[in-house]
């Protein structure tokens, strides 16, 4: 079998370590910039970092709020990062915005009575119930401030146009034709046996694969970087003794490939 204990060709470029699990990442569509948030789950504890994508710097770490459990990060769109909250504990279900200012970390506007839905030409979109009726309104990003309301679905077909520049791979389970693909083609390259699913993508001169193998210490998680004649650029474990699959365990952005080493590291190198 391949050797997986390090190979790494590519130059480093960001490389944060926290102190709790990563739970969740958002990159920002217009401004090279990244939110983590991490979850400590015996402490009850969620909080959050900002990276500076082009100088490779954390902006702020353990970032946290009045509500610090309860919460979770919705969109991040042109350094304002929009927050949700969970306001009934016995029913998760998500209610309300917070907009926190990303450069100042102050809050720029919440409300509890719309949810988020998604960033429409900058704007904000919400979903809102009057008398189980479902109501749309715009907001300004900045603001809170509503710019529109309609209550017709159709109304978004014409609005839509985001570009959301991280690429995530596809994922395949191993029932699926293209896992069986990938895995022939590992285990002839490499002598690599997978299971239970991969990540896949194609981009540029790169091919990136994030696969699962039963290792000595239990299911791993490995990542694969060849270029198109098949050389390894990058091979190494970032995950062992798993209970069970990731999905996107890593995505492209800015030309760098990012992913969470051992839950708490994350880390990119540049393609």
């Excluded at 060849?226 to 890593?250: C, S």
Aim: glycine content about 4%.
């Amino acid at each position: 079998m391949m050797e997986v204990s390090f190979i790494q060709e590519l130059p480093t470029g960001l490389s944060v370590a926290l102190n709790e699990q990563v739970w969740k990442i958002l990159v920002d569509d217009t401004v090279p910039l990244l939110v983590i948030q991490t979850r400590n789950g015996e402490a009850y504890q969620t909080s959050f970092t900002a990276v500076d994508i082009h100088q490779n710097q954390v902006l702020w770490q353990n970032f946290t709020l009045e509500e610090s459990w309860w919460l979770g990060m919705a969109e991040l769109h042109a350094g304002v990062l929009l927050l949700y909250t969970y306001p009934d504990t016995q029913k998760p279900q998500s209610q309300g915005i917070i907009a926190v200012d990303v450069a100042t970390q102050q809050i720029l506007w919440q409300t509890q009575k719309a949810n988020f839905s998604q960033i429409i030409q900058g704007q904000v979109l919400t979903i809102s119930f009057e008398q189980s009726t479902k109501v749309y309104q715009l907001l300004d990003l900045k603001t809170g401030e509503v710019l529109e309301q309609f209550r017709e679905f159709e109304s978004l077909d014409v609005l839509k146009n985001e570009n959301n520049k991280a690429i995530f791979p596809f994922h395949y389970y191993n029932e699926m034709a293209y896992f069986q693909t990938v895995a022939i083609f590992l285990k002839k390259k490499f002598n690599l046996q997978i299971v239970q699913a991969v990540d896949y993508l194609e981009y540029e001169n790169f091919i990136i694969i994030s696969y699962f193998h039963q290792s000595t210490q239990g299911l791993a998680n490995n990542l694969l970087v060849l270029n198109h004649q098949n050389q390894v650029l990058l091979h190494q474990n970032i995950a062992q003794q798993l209970t069970g699959i990731g999905l996107d365990t890593f995505f492209v952005f800015e030309k760098q490939v990012f992913f969470v080493k051992h839950k708490t590291h994350l880390m990119s190198l540049k393609l």
